[in-house]
T-cell receptor
Framework: NAGVTQTPKFQVLKTGQSMTLQCAQD?????MYWYRQDPGMGLRLIYY???????DKGEVPNGYNVSRLNKREFSLRLESAAPSQTSVYFC?????????????FGPGTRLTVT | KNEVEQSPQNLTAQEGEFITINCSYS?????LHWLQQHPGGGIVSLFM???GKKKHGRLIATINIQEKHSSLHITASHPRDSAVYIC??????????FGTGTRLTIIP
């Protein structure tokens, strides 16, 4: 099993460009998450999907959209990238959305917006 | 405000030393997680606990619910333990709130 995979691993965008970060999991998990990690700060939740067909905002959703394409895939879209979105983005999944469930993380995407 | 604080921020120790990393949180929680982030960036879950103590190999995690405090211990530390260790908790909203991490460096 590959676990949680993310593409791309690295990306450089110019301000105003758009892109989609892809995430897929092969563990038949119901819940999926997008986080961003910035220096000196803890991981922060951008959006999550508790189950296929549902998505909800997290702590820092502005400037992002998500799509839960199917049970396996959860994508994050930046419509008009800004330098403040320079960060490392992690996708994660868990069997359920409550506190009892361990989260499994992808390898991350390092995004730079110039 | 629901907060998670870790200490120390950075820790350097000699190989073989006993390591303790601390995590405190502001209000009652449902569960506490310890995660390890490798120098390459990958994040791995080490423990999930809501009471007592768990042990896996040389790693031990404890939690004191009354004091709102958890510790991660590493016995007989090794250079391969060098990583960032992250504490995360679930408050009432059932979403993870993360600490800023403790960067551990073990010198041979």
């Amino acid at each position: 099993n590959a676990g949680v995979t993310q593409t791309p691993k690295f990306q450089v965008l110019k301000t105003g460009q758009s892109m989609t970060l892809q995430c897929a999991q092969d563990m038949n998990h119901n819940s999926m998450y997008w986080y961003r990690q910035d220096p000196g700060m803890g991981l922060r939740l951008i959006y999550y999907s508790a189950s296929e067909g549902t998505t909800d905002k997290g702590e820092v959703p502005n400037g992002y959209n998500v799509s839960r394409l199917n049970k396996r895939e959860f994508s994050l879209r930046l419509e008009s990238a800004a330098p403040s979105q320079t960060s490392v983005y992690f996708c994660a999944s868990s069997a359920g959305s409550g506190s009892r469930y361990e989260q499994y993380f992808g390898p991350g995407t390092r995004l730079t917006v110039t | 405000k629901n907060e998670v604080e870790q200490s120390p921020q950075n820790l350097t120790a000699q190989e073989g030393e006993f390591i303790t990393i601390n995590c405190s949180y502001s209000v009652g929680i449902s569960a506490l997680h310890w995660l390890q982030q490798h120098p390459g960036g990958g994040i791995v879950s080490l423990f999930m606990l809501s009471s007592g103590k768990k042990k896996h190999g040389r790693l031990i995690a404890t939690i004191n619910i009354q004091e709102k405090h958890s510790s991660l211990h590493i016995t007989a530390s090794h250079p391969r333990d060098s990583a960032v260790y992250i504490c995360a908790v679930t408050f009432g909203n059932e979403k993870l709130t993360f600490g800023t991490g403790t960067r551990l460096t073990i010198i041979p």
